[in-house]
């Protein structure tokens, strides 16, 4: 047997029943917890997170000293088994980078990989050892509030990010002091939520489920993830924290999960409302054969596995390999050497100017520019310079959902963020009011309208049932736009808002999500041009609030728009087409592309596919080159495109670079009619090209075998 498992078989022998169901119990200091249970045995994790307003408070503060006390607590159980020390760590702990759905839009996983470490290495400085991170939940539906958390609406880019995460988090040795334990949450299907209303129940048809909502957490699991957190949903009729399908036949059996599953907050208890489970014991005992190895808050293993044991309703068996999986991720992360934390660490490791610039890249290359009509950006020439708008002193408010451990006065105020960074001789204005903004505009050349969201419309519990932006925003735009100036358009937002008018009556339209600590500073050099803007949209852009559900991979119909014919698929009131679709992005140069190639006209085992990518206007610039495939005929029927791939080239003004691309048969593979998974012979459409709707066509066939 190897080491480590023979010392936790040693281990669990000598564990009572109630200390092994001790270790399967999650307790939150934020909740009624008594301490002494550490020292009773009753507890094997903390979760170190506010439940009250689900991660939207800013400024809270764990402590080294709080965590190495409940770790000394540990230490005088009988059997001295270290906690493990969870928080919501999703997208930075003090150095707050880009939330998750803008840096999918950067659409570089090395980056991303980049900033989870810095995260995990912020975090363990105050004893955290566990993030509640990645949340890799495919979302279609920006009503969603958790859209934000996520990777957006492709399973591809999803799945790269998914990995790259992981990589951060955990490193290569997961029990390193600066490296935490990931959580691939919330396994899975959570964005399919009806209505974008959290919570909610929902329909995921299976070869949907296997081709677009589980592909990034395989991937998770193929990099190594120690834990996977099953979601609130109930999913085709199976709250997704009772469904042994998923995770124990599919988590484990198909992909050989080894670490451990945490349910959400509450919802081992909540199967009951969901109206699976009669009583605490029936939820319990129904969560742990599905394969939920520790309980969320909810104590309903606490209080009632050892009866359900003594009566034979649940298998000791049953609890002794949720305590070993559990076992064996605290050896893994080290705790049974070190379970405490070096209190002298934090002064070098936190907020250091490397994480602080990699924020700010990121925040630049994040930013997606919609509109630029007549290159009106980067502002050049201009001395005069109005900004308005809600967003022109914002500091934690540049966050975004998920932030509890960002400060506020970590950040530049963002009026002061542009003056550091505005050219000389350039006045700026600010006016926070409307009233106040219209009479300026008058005196100003060009017009920086601030809009958008606050965070606290992002994230979980914060679904909205209208995505234009919030209310008199878009009178005030109107407004401007209206005195005749030229008006920048910055939009702060968790998710993708309905923004079709607005876009219409602007001359620049520059998508900055919520960019995080250093969003000002960002923002000001994306806009005086000493960074362009490097992001492409992960999700698509409805036109109004009745387009969603809406992206890109859709299938094709049997009236699509453009046959034949008048009864085809549209509405009466509104054209079909997104407002923007995912893959796209403008950027202060332009690219042309030009002669496709592929190796050959059939797949066998590889195919090169390759066009040159050209940089066409005046400045350096950043492309990310796509790659998109169509089965023209399968056995189900099939996307009428699907991202296979990805590249960012960096090219000068004037150059050009052959960009080439390696398909394999498995990329092509899908559920098919009869539920398998695999390639089906037949012609295949594909495309080089900047975005989802665009590119240089060509055809292949994969042949019969
Ligand atoms: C929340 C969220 C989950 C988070 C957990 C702990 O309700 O659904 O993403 O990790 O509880 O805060």
Redesign the pocket.
């Known amino acids: 047997m190897p080491e480590d498992e023979s010392f936790i078989h040693h281990l669990l022998s000598q564990m009572t029943l109630e200390e092994k169901i001790g270790q399967l119990n999650l307790e939150?200091p934020d909740l009624a917890f008594d301490p002494e249970m550490i020292r009773q045995g009753k507890v094997g994790a903390l979760?170190n997170?506010?439940?009250a307003l689900?991660?939207q408070v800013t400024g809270q503060q764990g402590s080294v000293e709080t965590v190495n006390h409940f770790q000394r607590l540990a230490q005088e159980s009988r059997l001295k088994i270290p906690l493990l020390i969870?928080?919501?760590v999703?997208h930075g702990y003090r150095t707050i980078f880009p939330i998750p759905l803008a840096q999918a839009a950067a659409f570089d996983p090395a980056m991303s990989q980049a900033a989870a470490a810095v995260a995990a290495r912020e975090a363990t400085v105050e004893g955290i050892k566990w993030t509640?991170?990645p949340?890799l939940d495919i979302a279609r539906d920006p009503r969603w509030g958790?859209i934000a958390?996520g990777n957006g609406e492709d399973p591809l880019l999803g799945s790269r990010l998914a990995e790259a995460l992981v990589r951060g988090f955990q490193g290569k040795d997961m029990a390193r002091p600066d490296k935490l334990v990931a959580?691939a949450?919330?396994y899975v299907g959570?964005g399919a939520a009806e209505g974008g209303r959290d919570y909610e129940s929902g329909e995921i048809a299976e070869p949907t489920l296997r081709d677009v909502y589980l592909p990034p957490f395989e991937s998770a699991v193929r990099a190594g993830v120690g834990t996977v957190?099953s979601?609130?949903i109930d999913l085709n009729g199976v709250p997704a924290t009772a469904n042994r399908r998923l995770l124990t036949e599919v988590l484990r059996g198909e992909w050989g999960f080894e670490g451990f599953v945490v349910s959400?907050?509450?919802s081992v208890a909540e199967l009951i409302y969901h109206g699976v489970a009669g009583d605490r014991a029936h939820a319990a005992a129904l969560a742990l054969h599905a394969g939920v190895d520790m309980d969320?808050v909810s104590r309903a293993y606490l209080d009632t596995l050892a009866e359900s044991v003594r009566q034979g309703r649940v298998p000791v068996a049953k609890i002794d390999e949720a305590v070993r999986r559990i076992l064996r991720i605290k050896q893994r992360a080290g705790l049974f050497e070190n379970p405490l934390t070096d209190p002298s660490r934090p002064a070098r490791d936190l907020l250091t100017p490397s994480a602080r610039q990699l924020a700010r890249a990121f925040a630049c290359q994040s930013m997606v520019l919609l509109k630029n009509e007549g290159d009106l950006l980067p502002l050049q020439g201009f001395r005069r310079i109005l900004v308005a708008g809600p967003f022109v002193h914002a500091r934690s408010e540049l966050f975004g959902t998920?932030s509890p451990d960002g400060h506020a006065e970590d950040v530049t105020p963002l009026d002061e963020a542009l003056r550091q960074v505005a050219p000389k001789g350039v006045s700026l204005r600010f006016a926070e009011y409307n009233d106040l903004a219209l009479h300026l505009t008058h005196e100003a050349d060009v017009v920086i309208l601030l809009m958008g969201e606050h965070p606290i419309r992002s994230g979980?519990?914060s679904n909205v049932s209208d995505l234009r932006l919030p209310p008199g925003q878009e009178e005030f735009i109107a407004a401007v736009a209206a005195l005749g100036k030229p008006v920048v358009l910055v939009i702060f937002a968790g998710r993708p808002l309905a923004i079709t008018r607005p876009v219409s009556q602007v001359q620049a339209v520059l998508y900055a999500w919520h960019p995080g600590i250093e969003g000002g500073a960002a923002l000001g050099e994306v806009l005086f041009g000493l960074a362009a803007p490097g992001g492409r949209l992960p999700v698509t852009f409805p036109r109004a609030t009745g387009q969603v559900p809406i992206y890109y991979n859709h299938k094709n119909s049997g009236r699509p728009l453009g046959r034949d014919g008048a009864f085809l698929t549209r509405y009466n009131d509104l054209i079909s087409a997104p407002l923007f679709p995912f893959g796209y992005g403008l950027t202060y140069t332009t690219f042309a592309y030009a002669s496709l190639r592929l190796s050959s006209d059939v797949l066998h085992d590889r195919l090169e596919v390759s066009a040159e990518v050209t940089n066409t206007g005046p400045r350096p610039g950043r492309e990310v080159v796509q790659l998109y495939v169509r089965d023209l005929v399968g056995s189900l029927t099939r996307p009428v495109r699907e991202l296979k791939d990805f590249q960012a080239v960096e090219l000068q003004p004037g150059e050009t670079r052959r960009v080439t691309f390696v398909l394999r048969p498995e990329q092509l593979a899908f559920t098919r009619a009869d539920g398998t998974r695999g390639v089906e012979p037949g012609r295949f459409h594909v495309w080089i090209g900047p975005d989802s709707q665009r590119g240089l066509q060509g055809e292949f066939e994969y042949p019969f075998r």
């Open positions: 939150s979760l997170a506010s439940g689900t991660g969870g928080r919501d999703i509640f991170a949340m958790r958390e959580c949450k919330h959570y957190m979601a609130f959400d907050w509450e969320m998920w979980e519990n």
